[in-house]
């Protein structure tokens, strides 16, 4: 797939992780000035950067990101914010901008200073490296990873008049674990020409769609972050291909938080539940949700379960109104719970197929009224405690 | 401890368990009518004994209180409503009153009808057997338990102008598991003499306290009940006494629900979480909510990692409003995060502490108000992920 115009690309090991065989330091630049959006975590005890992008956004003219994992720059107080400033001003100055046009994310360890000699070293050492080639746009998706296995990357494209528009997007982790408290971080750009007034409503349907309707343990980190810019570099404007590239944007998010979710720790099995039937997308949402973060359902589907007396229980929890009548339930195609009453089905069977699937389809199906959501969420296996609770210092 | 006057109690197999050795029926028999109060899941799928007992309740002229464990009468449409209703009426008929005056509950399977014959017949059996003696209180105690290792139960006493008021009370199973969807049953009993208006208030406030500030899973069951009977045998008012009695009463409900919480699946810490210094004690619990649910905090502690990062990230998710400086927090006493800063601990010493302890005391002190609350939870064990995640059908 095409890279849109007017980006160049870095990852590269500058050693803030331990493993020097991993990259740990990303630039993404725009050779113009960017349209710039971001959505960023609502926790309380949020780091550093994340202070320093809500400061900077939405803004009009972006020419950088500058990314570093193994170090969150979190709960590091004033200093962290100086730290934060410190790397968009060192990018800055090699690329003869100003600091605020510079963005910043961080990832890895919270609570302990960012090591600044070696990062500002990174930055020096990978500004000449930036290039448009697929080659670099990959290593800074590698450079941004921390328990990832694999990069998550995503390319879009839109003709309109015979011009190109192109998306692309890499992202990263889906499950906070410690001491590496992993933030979701994804980023996603475009040489369309738009408008933060465009863009935002944009990225803000697209993250409910996707990064909002992904469940891996429903623990918010402190660095969440997502990022779309806009550099117009391919002389195309997004307004009068407005809907179609909405939509662009929301599938390429979509592919990037699926993506997080098939690659979350210790990961068996994913959940893909469909939620329709509902007064409004709201109440599906929190159905979906509530399915999606019952550890019950998660440890059921991690053993091969047809369990649905945990999932209907936990639609029943869900705070929306309803009889039990009102609901009927498919796994796999399957129904097993029809209008308030379990099915005679054959459990063996059912669980034989999930088994062999790496996809569980759920459908709880109400007749309330026509609105629907979908959400992604994991097993809880045994392998994600173990994972979770080694003690690590 | 003695028990209340005019009460006896039963507990026996009656073949609705697959272990004969274990007791699947209960029954409290109060000798006069004794003014009755109840909480039930706000679940909206929710079992059929749970209806039955909502009309019935609250109560001036209970006389008894039948359970059987094994199957839950739940997800059974209006035959369970009927199997459920004729239960009491069974019970009433041999104790000569009307069935209103009979409450229901179940608990275990889900999704499958009642088997009537085997519990009718244990009714009837049961019924000559009932006595005030103290082991018949604990038989009727093991009746009602699934998958609990011991039966959980409770005694208080108040003494006024010489006379004494007596409570007792026994409860089961805090984590649901599949597929016997293991409820949250509780039954308290006094001989104090109260009307449900005095009593009403003092159940709400002391369920908040207790078995609403217990957290294994965050899964609400289909039948969890909590019901509180007074049968003034004792010859003494409550009024007079309100505070000491509504004090006793709720001491009552935090011992059955913290052994709950210790009898729960495979755990092998308790959490005893305190939220401090908060607006409201409506924020205090929403704090303390989100830490006791959080799978990164529950793997944190299972591992025995005093892991602050997981605790106070997710206290900033929990929805209230603070700033990082404005909590601190404790675990087993020692400072770990100071106004919004880590502190240097000895993560080692702390860690063997927890390893060594099966409570774990988490104080989040905020500087925000002066309310507080105090919640329980479990670690999360890969014991309980293997433990709910196996197939059985």
Chains 1, 2 share one sequence.
């Not at 959006?37 to 005890?45: A, D, E, P, Q, S």
């Not at 100003?98 to 360890?109: E, I, P, R, W």
């Not at 550890?295 to 369990?307: E, M, R």
Request: aromatic share 6%; proline share 4%.
């Amino acid at each position: 797939m095409k890279l849109p115009k007017g980006f160049r690309f870095a990852g590269q090991y500058t050693g803030v992780k331990k493993n020097a065989s991993k990259r740990d330091l990303t630039l993404i630049v725009s050779d113009r000035d960017a349209a710039a959006v971001g959505m960023f975590t609502t926790n309380k005890v949020c780091a550093a950067p994340v202070q320093v992008c809500r400061e900077r956004l939405p803004s009009l003219n972006v020419r950088a990101i500058v990314v570093n994992s193994g170090n969150a720059n979190a709960c590091t107080g004033e200093q962290g914010l100086r730290d934060a400033k410190e790397m968009t001003a060192s990018v800055a100055s090699g690329l003869s901008v100003d600091a605020k046009q510079v963005l910043v994310c961080s990832t890895g360890v919270i609570g302990r200073p960012l090591p600044m000699e070696k990062v500002l070293k990174g930055i020096k050492e990978l500004l000449p490296k930036i290039s448009a080639e697929p080659n670099s746009f990959d290593e800074a998706a590698q450079g941004i990873m921390t328990t990832d296995t694999r990069t998550k990357t995503t390319f879009r494209q839109i003709t309109v008049n015979g011009k190109e528009i192109h998306i692309a997007g890499f992202a990263k982790g889906a499950a906070m674990i410690g001491p590496n408290m992993a933030t979701m971080l994804a980023f996603l750009i475009t040489d369309a020409e738009a408008s933060p007034a465009l863009l935002g409503p944009i990225i803000r349907r697209a993250v409910d769609r996707s990064f909002h309707a992904i469940s891996v343990e429903g623990h918010t980190s402190t660095n969440d972050s997502v990022t779309l810019l806009a550099n117009g570099a391919s002389g195309q404007s997004a307004e009068p291909v407005r809907d179609e590239f909405a939509k662009a944007i929301e599938e390429a998010a979509i592919e990037l938080a699926v993506g997080l979710v098939d690659d979350a720790e210790e990961v068996t099995h994913r959940l893909t539940i469909d939620v329709t039937g509902t007064r409004t997308e709201e109440e599906a949402r929190k159905v979906a949700k509530a399915v999606a973060d019952s550890p019950l359902v998660k440890t059921a589907v991690f053993g091969n379960d047809p369990n649905w007396g945990r999932i209907c229980s936990a639609a029943g929890y869900a705070g929306i109104d309803f009889a039990e009548k009102d609901l009927s339930l498919r796994v796999n195609g399957t129904l097993l719970y029809d209008h308030g009453v379990p099915t005679k089905f054959d459990a063996n069977a059912e669980s034989a197929r999930m088994k062999e699937n790496f996809e569980v389809h759920i459908e709880l199906m109400f007749e309330l009224g026509q609105a629907s959501c979908r959400f992604w969420s994991t097993d809880l296996s045994t392998g994600y405690v173990r994972f979770n609770a080694e003690y690590t210092t």
